[in-house]
């Protein structure tokens, strides 16, 4: 088995990165990954950093139309940029600009869904927090890094019939050359990549995050009650959460997965 694809997600349920290789911090996380969100006003204080539920956030559970946006961090530059349908919304620095990022962010999403300012006004503006080494914006505390395998998706694309792509599940490792789902029977055992150590903690659970399609922000299929009616597992399950063992270490397209 071998690594095929890379992603980070540097804002909480945006644009992923696609890349050659991941830089595993002495945090414990992926350099990089899952660095911002866009918390709601009402969750805490800016200087809170505590890890939260998702609920506190943006995201795709129950605002679908911001995986339509382009986002990327130039961590050079220390820039945040957001294109909506060509349309760049957000260009600033995190640093000096930050409270001009919330409020063109807040802008937009209430743009696109009016009824939420009328539902939850407590809610907004968001709060744009994190960017520091440390920060830790996944949806459990302890991080980790997520994984599954191409021959996993190819096969609940079958059994389903939805055109689907990795990102749905927004997983940082896709592997190839692996039996489907075989990853689901490595909880609890080692793995080892590039002479990184990492233990299996258990399976990802599924949320409404993966109805939506990551490319359109729409929700096009029902992927949530589909997976229910083929798996046992309450909620579904797709993809394992690894946690690294050594502080430090890089991982490559094409480096071998050994299971210990």
Known sequence: MKISKL??????SLTPVETESLSLNSHGY???????????????ERTDLTWQRKTNFAALMHMPQIASLKANYNEAERKIKIVSE????????????????????????LSTDSELIKKFPE??????????????????????VTLHSQESLENLKKITGFNLVHTRFRTNIIIEDSDPWNELNWIGKKININQN???????????????????TGERDHNLLK???????????EFAIKLIPQELKGIINIGDEVKVI
Do not use: W
């Not at 899952?34 to 709601?40: P, T, V």
């Not at 150590?197 to 490319?215: G, H, M, S, W």
């Not at 589909?226 to 579904?236: C, G, H, K, T, V």
């Open 30 to 44: 992926i350099d990089g990954d899952r660095l911002f969100g866009f918390r709601f006003n009402n969750a805490g």
């Open 226 to 236: 589909s997976m229910l009616q083929i798996q046992a597992a309450r909620p579904p």
């Open 7 to 12: 992603y980070k997600y540097p804002i909480k």
């Open 123 to 144: 809610r907004f503006p968001f709060i744009l927090v994190g960017g520091d080494d440390g920060n830790n914006f996944h949806d459990t505390a302890t991080g980790g």
């Open 197 to 215: 150590n990492f233990v299996v903690e258990k399976a990802v659970p599924r949320c409404l995050a993966i109805n939506c399609n990551p490319d």
């Open 86 to 109: 060509g349309e760049v919304i957000v260009d600033e620095n995190v640093d000096t600009e930050r409270e001009i990022i919330e409020k063109k962010f807040t802008e937009y999403v």
